[in-house]
């Protein structure tokens, strides 16, 4: 194998590292935005109960005064605008997870690339060690054929 050949080979085994690196932090990335999207989820489905279980306790109130019914309703009204805000949140959450996905893809495709080139790089290096090996063993038998020849 030639030195430029080599050296070549290296270069890629480097890329290929570097690739790697790319493609474990995007993964880092989805598992974390993920995780985010799995905790909105959470708060939002945990507001909406709350707001379930005061609806329903305003209902089943008895003996309830204008003012005990009122503040129910308020809080309502601030859980439904905390829900919102959880909402918007889970949104760009989840944009930010498509994101994060496919910039894991993109980084494994290219990684793969990477890896084909070095595949086939190595592959015509050992092809040219091949024909090089065979090149001079034919020089050999061929000079042994003429020495041969000249001693008979």
Same mark, same amino acid.
């Given at each position: ?24 932090? #995007? ?5 974390? #935005? ?24 305003? #209902? ?93």
């Amino acid at each position: 194998m030639k030195d430029g050949q080599r050296a070549g080979l290296k270069r890629l085994e480097r890329l290929v590292q570097i690739k790697q690196t790319y493609v474990s932090v #995007a993964e880092a990335n989805v598992k974390s #935005a993920e995780g985010e999207v799995r905790r909105l989820e959470t708060a939002e489905q945990e507001i909406a109960g709350k707001v379930q279980d005061t609806q329903a306790g305003i #209902a089943y109130l008895q003996t309830a005064t204008g003012q005990e019914v009122q503040s129910g309703e308020q809080y309502i009204q601030a859980l439904e605008i905390h829900r919102k805000l959880i909402h918007q949140s889970l949104e760009d959450a989840t944009s930010n997870l498509e994101q994060r996905r496919t910039e894991w893809t993109e980084a494994m495709r290219e990684q793969k690339i990477i890896e084909n080139v070095q595949e086939r790089r190595l592959h015509q290096c050992e092809r040219d060690d091949d024909v090089a090996n065979q090149k001079s063993q034919d020089e050999m038998t061929v000079g042994r054929f003429v020495r041969n020849r000249q001693t008979h």
